[in-house]
């Protein structure tokens, strides 16, 4: 099955749709975008339940959303928002368009040969003093497997990365701040495990 098909039946879901935002992007925001600008603009990328929306409201004068399952689109109101379907790696911005860009646990999910062409395409419609926060899910990671074997995304694929892959896909950006998050489910013994890249183009 096609992923994208796989993240449409995902967000029919009701336990998909989630509501709260990840507490390390509550945390960035507040530190580096504390004070709204002026036509500041950022792009949720692949926004999914669009949990994070109502926090980059806070941040930034227009906001804009994509994803490229419409179930996931149709979860959230379009009230003071720009939202586009949009499959990766293609992105329908023209260049420089945003001061922020957050791409929250959507690239492991793209074919190997995309993943340089839609993080090009990103640096690409980022303003020249822009950033973006994203995860990829790291190859300590146990959790991920289950779920595209037998769980919520049976049929999707995706890929872990190790420390070094994901750093040398940001080759050449003028800055890189890593992190790293890790879950254990409860009462499991499986785990979670992202890597967290804040790059500045
Ligand atoms: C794990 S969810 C994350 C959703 C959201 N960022 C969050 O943190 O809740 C991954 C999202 O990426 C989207 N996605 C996966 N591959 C994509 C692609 N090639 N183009 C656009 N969106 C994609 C899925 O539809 C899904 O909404």
Redesign the pocket.
Known sequence: MA??NV??N??VRSRAQ?LY??EN?VRLLKKEFAAVAAKSCAL?????????LPLLQEHFEHVYA????R??LSLYSEEKLHKAQ????ELPYADNSFDFI??????H??AQE?IAV?IAEIRRVLKPNGSIFL?LRSDKDTHLKSQLSAGDLREGHARLFSKEEALTLFEGVSQIKYGFILRQILDEELVVAHHVLWVKR
Do not use: I, M
């Not at 994509?66 to 399952?69: L, N, P």
């Not at 949009?86 to 790696?89: D, E, I, N, Y």
């Not at 957050?102 to 690239?107: D, H, I, N, R």
């Open positions: 992923n994208q993240w449409d995902h967000y989630q935002p990840d992007v949720d990328l692949g926004a999914g339940s669009g949990r994070h994509c994803d490229f399952s179930t996931s949009a499959k990766l790696p957050l791409c929250w646990g959507v690239l999910y793209l995309e839609a995860t």
